[in-house]
Nanobody, 127 residues
Framework: QVQLVESGGGLVQAGGSLRLSCEASGFGFSTYAMGWFRQAPGKGREFVAAISRSGDNAYYVDSVKGRFTISRANARNTVYLQMNSLKPEDTAVYYC????????????????????WGQGTQVTVSS
């Protein structure tokens, strides 16, 4: 059974940090690119960051560049999102997702190529 379980969300003041984790099971984690998306109240889901299968390459939405870092530990079947200098506009439910497309679709920022999704973890940033 495929599972992606996010953790690490919570309430933090503006300027603070959080580290999200997403533990995968039930599929070949190291053969999938991984992404983080978020959905703020009343808005659609948007791309945040993605990382290649090996972890050598990453891609970010402009609004989080320099503040967020995506990484992965294939031995632990886990992908991380380190979030620093958080802003109230980062408030959202954060989802991890897995993409096995071999053509580098993880770099597009599109939801479409992602096969598996977690249930999400809430991040709230107070001003």
């Amino acid at each position: 059974q495929v599972q992606l379980v996010e953790s690490g969300g919570g309430l933090v003041q503006a300027g603070g940090s959080l580290r999200l984790s997403c533990e995968a099971s039930g599929f070949g984690f190291s053969t999938y690119a991984m992404g983080w998306f978020r959905q703020a109240p009343g808005k659609g889901r948007e791309f945040v960051a993605a990382i290649s299968r090996s972890g050598d390459n990453a891609y970010y939405v402009d609004s989080v560049k320099g503040r967020f870092t995506i990484s992965r530990a294939n031995a632990r079947n886990t992908v991380y999102l380190q979030m620093n200098s958080l802003k109230p506009e980062d408030t959202a439910v954060y989802y991890c997702a897995a993409d096995d497309n071999p053509n580098g679709t993880w770099r597009t920022g599109s939801e479409a190529p992602y096969d598996y999704w977690g249930q999400g973890t809430q991040v709230t940033v107070s001003s």
